[in-house]
């Protein structure tokens, strides 16, 4: 047996240690936190006893990476799926815009949900149609073209009310930064994949259970059954390059150091950890490589979740969109657990994306505007104060990334042969999701069988 050191046990951690396990790698995983689940992650309200996941990771239809990754580890069935595509967005004022799809075929379905949908006019509802049919059209060459836009500047062309009332929320939700700073490449892909590909692709998927307990446990137990081990509080050091390659650099990672001095020899590596994470453990002789000199240039955008307790119920929806609000989404987190029963109290969680302009308010004054903006936007809310809060901040809780970002995000294998890359910030294709980390992990799964097969 071939064996792996995998740094970081998030997403991308786990989905690679299944997949080596499975092929008859001997696995170890090394994380630095006491728990598993890395940026997508459930903790424990106290006073409560509800479960906060750190920002609502919702997840689509199109997830098809991370619901095989949940079936083979018996994770498939907290899941709750929509039966047909639908989300509301509110206006200030409390009207509320259906955006629903019919049970025509794709991509009819879509465009009888846009045609439907109050925030438009009908000029507005035909320029989006048009825009969505020549986006669907697009060459290979056209959509590479677009890493080189940001998402404003390709769709400055659009009504104004089209950004406002349906793009900006997308881009928000799926890239987690602003229009003007994310990659228009990644929003195009997020209409291909999610909007435009197919009914069940578009359905919103949510969790009946928090993010820690949907996979993680569930995860390590796949990976112990079958010999593998998983190490927590074991934060790496440092890497320890070792050979001559071409240009007399390193050729290969002779072994990991951890925090407590501890060495570890494998045949091979892989690294799940952040962009900036691994470059902080990264010895010089690699930082001067090109292949790793990008890795201190990614930067990245922060989620913050403000969580609230009522004495009773005054929000119906599961969940809904804000228009024009700096608290982009309110989720029915009650609900959204307890699909099944009524709850007498009533538990929501609000996520702002990009949340970095935020960095200098505390945690009062994020409670403020939380609530100034819920009474805008939902009258019925303006005299009921919540009887519990919690507010959590994910302050790097994905890559953020913008026009030319492609270059940023390196393919799994590395100009060191026994040294393997995953995780969201790579080259994926896709945004930085759950579904590009499950993604990441499995692809340098498949590069290492790939290599396994030819030693053997």
């Not at 009310?161 to 987690?176: G, V």
């Not at 050979?243 to 570890?264: C, F, S, T, V």
């Not at 809904?320 to 029915?332: E, K, M, Q, R, Y």
Request: net charge positive.
């Amino acid at each position: 047996m071939k064996s792996i050191a995998i740094l970081g046990g998030g997403l991308a951690g786990l989905s690679a240690a299944v997949y080596l396990v499975e092929a008859g790698f001997q696995v170890r995983l090394f994380e630095a936190r006491p728990v598993l689940g890395g940026r997508a992650y459930s903790v424990m309200d106290s006073k409560t006893g509800d479960v906060m996941d750190n920002g609502q990771h919702l997840m689509m239809g199109c997830y098809h990476h991370t619901f095989d990754f949940l079936k083979k580890i018996g994770r498939e069935t907290p899941l709750q799926t929509q039966v047909k595509m639908e989300v509301p967005l509110v206006e200030r004022g409390g009207k509320i815009h259906r955006l629903k799809a019919s049970d025509l075929p794709s991509p009819l379905h879509l465009v009888s949900a846009l045609f439907s949908y109050s925030g438009f006019s009908l000029k507005e509802k035909f320029n989006l149609a048009l825009f969505l049919n020549k986006l669907r059209r697009s060459s290979v060459a056209e959509l590479k073209a677009l890493d080189s836009l940001s998402c404003a500047e390709w769709l400055k062309d659009l009504d104004r009310t089209i950004l406002k009332n349906f793009l900006e929320p997308l881009i928000l939700a799926t890239l987690n930064e602003s229009p003007e700073k994310a990659s228009a490449k990644l929003l195009a892909t997020v209409f291909l994949e999610a909007l435009l590909k197919g009914k069940e692709e578009s359905k919103m998927v949510t969790s009946t259970v928090g993010l820690s307990d949907l996979y993680t446990n569930a995860a390590q137990k796949f990976i112990e059954d079958r010999g593998g081990k998983i190490f927590t509080r074991c934060g790496i050091s440092s890497l320890s390059p070792w050979g001559r390659g071409q240009g007399e650099g390193p050729n290969q990672i002779e072994k990991l150091i951890l925090d407590n001095g501890e060495e570890i020899i494998a045949d091979f590596y892989l690294s799940t950890l952040p962009a900036n994470a691994l470059w902080k453990i990264l010895p010089d002789a690699l930082k001067q490589q090109a292949y790793f000199s990008k890795l201190d240039e990614v930067q990245y955008s922060a989620i913050y979740n403000i969580n609230l307790w009522y004495e009773k119920p005054w929000f119906s929806e599961f969940f809904a969109g804000l228009l024009g609000s700096p608290i982009h989404w309110v989720f029915n987190k009650g609900r959204l657990l307890h699909a099944e029963d009524i709850p007498k109290t009533q538990y929501l969680s609000l996520t702002i994306s990009a949340a970095n302009f935020l960095k200098n308010l505390n945690s009062q004054e994020l409670l403020a505007l939380a609530l100034k903006e819920l009474g805008d936007f939902f009258p019925q809310s303006k005299n009921i104060k919540p009887v519990h809060h919690r507010i959590l901040k994910e302050l790097q809780a994905t890559p953020s990334f913008g026009p030319g970002s492609e270059r940023l995000r390196p393919e799994a294998t590395t100009p060191l042969h026994n040294f393997f890359l995953a995780g969201d910030w790579t080259s994926t294709g896709l945004p930085a999701t759950i579904e590009g980390a499950v993604k990441s992990g499995k692809m340098a799964a498949i590069e290492l069988k790939g290599l396994l097969n030819c030693v053997r």
